[in-house]
């Protein structure tokens, strides 16, 4: 069974303050994604990792970083973190090619006050 | 880049009634179609693909079509049931597997 985790269900930070999340699978996937969900826009990527230490630009990157220093981990990261980045964020992994299902962790809401 | 539109956004049925979601994108070399399912306070979670090579496939009450030349692709759900209620989203892949989204069609079933 594919197992994706996220380290928080619920995240509240301050403007200004970096913001860490962290997503791990077990599943020995290369390909590893980070999205943002908000009503009405869909799933919005903001960055992505096809192997360790390599990382694109999805579509949405402006204020987010990611790292992936080993291939089960993915950070993403808010280097100052705004009002306009509360939001669920999501993780998620696959494997290689395009045929191949994204399975999902379980998502962190976070609220920038 | 890729881009995906989904309609409706919203869909309300009665149970038993069937339930029709329409996509399309704009990449002629997208070759991958999942739809996602997600349920309230859940994650996403595939409930069928298609591939590019094929234009019809069922399973039990969901079928997807997919239409390479007009670029659009729809999910059938039949006989719905009120766990059907969910928001579904469709999307596009290109070669390397990263997926582009629509909006999403959030669906109630009324008994």
């Known amino acids: 069974d594919v197992k994706v985790t996220q380290s928080s269900r619920y995240l509240v930070k301050r403007t200004g303050e970096k913001v860490f999340l962290e997503c791990v699978q077990d599943?020995?996937?290369?390909?590893m994604f980070w999205y943002r969900q908000d009503p009405g826009l869909g799933l919005r990527l903001i960055y992505f990792?096809?192997?360790?230490?390599?990382?694109e630009k999805g579509d949405i990157p402006e204020g987010y970083s990611v790292s992936r220093e080993k291939k089960e981990r993915f950070s993403l990261i808010l280097e100052s973190a705004s009002t306009n980045q509360t939001s669920m964020y999501l993780c998620?992994?696959?494997?290689?090619?395009?045929?191949?299902?994204?399975?999902f962790g379980p998502g962190t809401r976070l609220t920038v006050l | 880049g890729e881009n995906v539109e989904q309609h409706p956004s919203t869909l309300s049925v009665q149970e038993g009634d069937s339930a029709v979601i329409k996509c399309t994108y704009s990449?002629?070399?997208?070759?991958?179609f999942p739809w996602y399912k997600q349920e309230l306070g859940k994650r996403p979670q595939l409930i069928i693909d298609?591939?590019?090579?094929?234009g019809e496939k069922k399973d039990q009450r969901i079928a997807v079509t997919l239409n390479k030349t007009a670029k659009h692709f729809s999910l059938h759900i039949t006989e719905t049931q009120p766990e059907d209620s969910a928001v579904y989203f469709c999307?596009?892949?290109?070669?390397?597997?990263?997926?582009?989204f629509g909006a999403g069609t959030q669906v109630v079933v009324t008994p």
């Open positions: 999307a596009a892949t290109d070669s390397w597997g990263k997926f582009q």
């Open positions: 599943m020995d996937h290369e390909n």
């Open positions: 298609i591939r590019s090579n094929v």
């Open positions: 990449d002629s070399a997208s070759n991958y």
């Open positions: 998620a992994s696959s494997g290689q090619g395009s045929y191949n299902e994204q399975f």
């Open positions: 990792s096809y192997d360790v230490k390599m990382k």
